[in-house]
């Protein structure tokens, strides 16, 4: 398995954000698998267990939360190690970044300066760290 490109969840409600993502990180050798909201994540990691390496979701979305996505992979054992980025497009308050901080393994900013290449080092990171 590991011939193959690892597959990363790109879940955001925004379409521009989400297949912004998905072509980076195609161009950057993985597989990038969309989904437009909570849900539709949950599908897919509930029909692809141990196919996803990284998760990557925006936080607020309608139907379904980034937190909510968060909540269903701890609870379940085949998905509560995957690492998972936040995205978000406000700037946290302390509580919640010390929620993000103790459920996520990094965030992202949508606004202002954004670092594509640190973004792609850090998914690089936490995919090969066994």
Avoid: Y
């Avoid at 379940?76 to 996520?104: Q, Y």
């Amino acid at each position: 398995m590991k011939d193959q490109p690892a597959q990363i969840l790109v879940c955001d409600d925004d379409d521009i954000f989400r297949t912004f993502f998905e072509r980076v990180l195609k161009m950057s050798g993985f597989k990038a698998v969309g989904a437009a909201n909570g849900d539709e994540a949950i599908e897919i990691l509930d029909a692809r267990p141990g196919e996803i390496a990284l998760v990557l979701v925006d936080l607020l979305m309608p139907i379904r939360s980034g937190w909510e996505v968060i909540e269903f992979m701890e609870e379940h054992e085949a998905l509560k190690n995957i690492p998972v980025i936040a995205v978000t497009g406000l700037d946290p308050a302390p509580d919640e970044m010390k929620k993000i901080n103790r459920h996520c393994a990094a965030v992202v900013h949508k606004g202002g300066d954004f670092d594509i290449e640190g973004l792609i080092a850090r998914i690089r990171t936490l995919i090969n760290k066994d």
